[in-house]
């Protein structure tokens, strides 16, 4: 099932928030490396809503000028 824009907002949003909840086990082997990942799928997450709200933006425009 393929979701529409304001669901995939509405996830990314959530992958977020579940990210900054996450608290990093600096004892475990390999955490450095996870909580490095997890900050760049932040970083890619937050970039993704940004332009999915842009595309939402222009598409408002392109309506209000048709």
Do not use: F, Q, W, Y
């Not at 475990?28 to 937050?46: F, H, N, Q, S």
């Not at 970039?47 to 939402?56: D, N, P």
């Amino acid at each position: 099932m393929a979701l529409n824009r304001t669901e995939l907002v509405g996830e990314l949003h959530e992958l977020i928030a579940a990210l900054d909840r996450r608290v990093p086990r600096v004892e475990r082997a390999g955490e450095a490396a996870i909580a490095g990942d997890a900050a760049a799928l932040r970083v890619k997450a937050v970039k993704r809503i940004g332009e999915l709200e842009g595309e939402e933006r222009g598409d408002r425009n392109r309506l209000r000028s048709s």
